[in-house]
């Protein structure tokens, strides 16, 4: 193993990491300094020691991707780099930030090259598809921005155009999954010596920030090492390098890089001893081989039909997607959490071994690969008997029975066929089992009642609140009709008009539009404020001859808002109530207008 570090099989030190920490004594061969940085859609440079300090840092954006979050109406969901994460990094590094936009993304890439800038942000479209290849621990990051710092990088591109050429001879980390990472695989990789070792794919956005906070990354490289590398879906072993804490273990083509705290370069051609997070590690593989049970599980209680579409393992919660034509059931959840708790209960062997591609898939099929594809002539499987089996190179438990417990936390049905469980195992399911435990006698002391008694409490008293909901309701509508018919009758005239401002809130003013509604030739406009915007109604009788919708559409926009309806009824939204007074201002304009009626 003297060249590249490459780990040993999981199972070879699954016995040694029973309790505390595992140590074994290694040389490191390197210490490389890589760009701390995070990103999505970003290329970023290597180098070495990082960027010179400064009283300021300088970042550059793209000005049709600034660093702001903005809502989208369509998800509705808020999207974008978060500037206060560029200010955090600026507070921690001492320094003041400064914001300088460029016109695209090819200037501020070479300025970045050049030193003109200590950060940069980038940005990329998310697809649906692209979207789904991402597996980030924190899904703020599912956006679609990112940001990286600068190194001591030389790089200058001629006519401030950087080309694949200017590229070759760089170290380049790569978000994966990421237009970013396509473009470098086409472009850039045929042109270097070692794309391999000049090529850093990072997986996880948060480690990389924390690195990034820290003011360094500083990757080990050992001749021998029992460090589990992250991959198929498993997160990597912790621990501890001499006395540099491992933060994350990554495998870089036949190389696994260490990432430790601070700055490593003394450590090179020394002997050091290395410590495992031995807790750690059993918990990723009860919650590895919890997956495969809970997959099994599965294809038993829904059918054949079950296919892997994903999977993560953290040491306190693991999650399965599954190809399943529709949400499930309590009752389907049930059954797969009693079918896997069974399996668990058989004490069944895990076994793993390698054999022959072609072997395998004649003895098992292509059900092995729903982990994904695995590239070789030999493959790595793991196999429950009689249960389930995969091409697999994570770490696992000997037997079931040392999973102990699989809870089922919740299901999600994420997109058109495909069901997210997410649920824990050993001790992070027991603490699980304990949470709805003491959360259950909570709710049996607010309300005064055995636990067994907690759901016909709980059904009595939602009973009753829907019943007074309903009289409360029937108050407001009596309130609202009467205050509406006597604006009405003050309105006077053919085709009453009534304007008014409702500060008893939304619901109120419904229950004022359904009154003036039953009003044959009365029209009325009402806003009231809600919890982010303010809303505002135009409704009207059956005899009035306006369209609303189109009264609504035309006006919205000119006060900064949206809206859109039916003939008889409109609504829109607007920021404040500054805006939504003047729409209504102008609303009544038009109404006497089409109606013929002086104003008022």
């Not at 969901?77 to 016109?103: M, S």
């Not at 994350?248 to 696994?256: A, F, L, N, P, Y």
């Not at 409702?502 to 030739?521: I, Y």
């Not at 009264?551 to 409109?570: I, S």
Request: charged share 25%.
């Amino acid at each position: 193993m003297a060249d590249g570090g490459a780990a040993p099989p999981p199972e070879a030190v699954r016995r040694g990491v029973s309790k505390g920490m595992l140590t074994m004594v290694v040389v490191v061969v390197a210490a490389l300094a890589f760009a701390g940085g995070i990103g999505v859609g970003m290329v970023f440079f290597g180098g070495g020691g990082g960027p010179p300090p400064k009283e300021f840092l300088i970042t550059g954006t793209n000005v049709p991707f600034p660093p702001f979050e903005d809502f989208n109406t369509t998800s509705g969901q808020f999207e974008g780099f978060d500037i206060d994460i560029a200010k955090l990094v600026a507070e921690e590094a001492g320094r003041t930030l400064v914001i300088q936009q460029f016109a695209d993304f090819q200037a501020l890439l070479t300025t970045v090259g050049q030193g003109g800038v200590d950060m940069a942000v980038s940005a990329i479209t998310i697809t649906a598809a692209r979207n789904n290849t991402m597996d980030f621990a924190n899904p703020y990051y599912n956006a679609n921005q990112g940001i990286l710092v600068r190194t001591s990088s030389t790089l200058t591109c001629a006519n401030n155009v950087c080309e694949p050429t200017d590229l070759a001879s760089l170290t380049i980390g790569v978000q994966l999954g990421t237009t970013s990472e396509a473009w470098i695989d086409e472009n850039v990789a045929p042109l270097m010596s070692d794309p391999a070792n000049q090529i850093v794919r990072y997986t996880q956005v948060d480690t990389e920030l924390a690195a990034l906070r820290l003011g360094s990354l500083d990757a080990v490289m050992l001749d021998a090492t029992y460090f589990y590398p992250e991959g198929g879906g498993q997160e990597a072993d912790h621990g501890t390098i001499g006395d540099h804490e491992v933060y994350d273990v990554q495998k870089v083509g036949t190389s696994v890089l260490h990432f430790v705290r601070g700055d490593a370069a003394s450590l090179v051609g020394k002997r050091v001893a290395c410590g495992i997070d031995g807790e750690r590690r059993e918990a990723l593989m009860r919650n590895h081989t919890a997956t495969h049970i809970v997959l099994g599980a599965a294809r038993k209680a829904l059918g054949n039909h079950v296919w892997q579409a994903g999977a993560h393992k953290a040491p306190d919660l693991a999650r399965l997607d599954i190809t399943h034509f529709d949400a499930l059931t309590d009752a389907e959840v049930t059954k797969i959490e009693e079918l896997a708790n069974g399996e668990v209960l058989s004490h069944r062997q895990v076994r793993a071994k390698v054999m022959a591609r072609d072997v395998a898939e004649k003895k098992f099929g292509f059900r092995l690969y729903q982990g994904g594809s695995v590239p070789g002539g030999e493959l790595r499987v793991v196999e429950i008997p009689k249960w389930d089996v995969e091409a697999c190179g994570g770490t696992h438990v000997s037997r079931t029975s040392d999973v102990s417990l699989i809870k089922i936390l919740r299901s999600t049905r994420i997109q058109d066929g495909v069901v997210r469980l997410e649920y824990a195992a050993g001790k992070a399911a027991l603490e699980a089992v304990r949470k709805q435990s003491e959360d259950l006698h909570r709710a049996a002391d607010i309300l005064g009642v055995p636990t067994d008694q907690v759901v016909p409490a709980a059904e009595r008293l939602v009973a009753e609140w829907k019943e007074l909901r309903k009289i409360s309701q029937k108050a407001t509508e009596e309130q609202a009709a009467a205050k509406t018919r006597q604006e009405i009758d003050t309105a006077k005239g053919a085709w009453p008009i009534v304007k008014d401002e409702v500060p008893q809130g939304v619901g109120f003013m419904m229950s004022m539009s359904k009154a003036t509604a039953s009003e044959s030739r009365a029209t009325g406009i009402y806003w009231a404020a809600s919890p982010t915007d303010v809303k505002l109604v135009v409704t009207r009788g059956t005899e009035v001859p306006i369209d609303a919708a189109e009264l609504v559409r035309t006006v919205a926009t000119e006060f900064r808002g949206k809206g859109g309806g039916k003939p008889d009824f409109a609504q829109a939204s607007f920021p404040n109530l500054e805006q939504a007074r003047a729409a209504a201002a102008r609303l009544e304009e038009l109404i006497r207008k089409t109606l013929g009626i002086e104003s008022g």
